[in-house]
């Protein structure tokens, strides 16, 4: 008979790091840097094609336009070619999968089948509305739990 692996599977997860001051940073590069300040990027990781889906949609919030996940996907393929980088990861199914992280993260809407940065508001409000005062304040209550459970368990 197999044995069965216990598979842990969180109910949210989030990764925070903390990198130097974004002053003076070019466009591409402070998007890149926020995304792997909030997890949705790893450290070395080739495949940054987020990066440019956020730079996307940022771009399109300063002219209050939605757009598409094809419309994001042409947009995007702009912009590599326009840095310089490789079009890897800029599938269509994949760009799907990028945008549905931000969505999760709460920074992007979906109204219909297009998708916006939420109300087309700031980032900095969609991060303090959403992230700090509802994700956050939910994983670290959730922590205290834990924290408690093994005090009344091991003392």
Do not use: W
Request: net charge positive; charged share 35%.
């Amino acid at each position: 008979m197999k044995q069965k692996v216990a598979k842990d599977t969180p109910l949210m997860e989030l990764t925070l790091r903390r990198y130097e001051r974004p002053d003076k940073m070019e466009p591409r590069n402070l998007i890149k840097k926020f995304c792997l300040s909030v997890g949705l990027l790893q450290p070395g990781d080739s495949r940054d094609i987020i990066v440019d889906i956020l730079y996307v949609l940022l771009r399109a919030k300063s002219d209050q336009r939605i757009m598409t996940s094809e419309q994001v996907n042409i947009e995007v393929r702009k912009l590599r070619e326009e840095h310089n980088l490789v079009l890897l990861g800029v599938a269509p199914s994949n760009v799907r999968r990028q945008i549905k992280r931000l969505r999760d993260l709460l920074l992007v809407e979906k109204i219909r089948n297009n998708y916006r940065i939420h109300e087309f508001s700031p980032l900095s409000d969609s991060y303090k509305e959403k992230f700090e005062q509802y994700l956050l304040p939910s994983v670290v209550s959730r922590i205290n739990e834990y924290f408690r459970e093994i005090d009344r368990v091991f003392n």
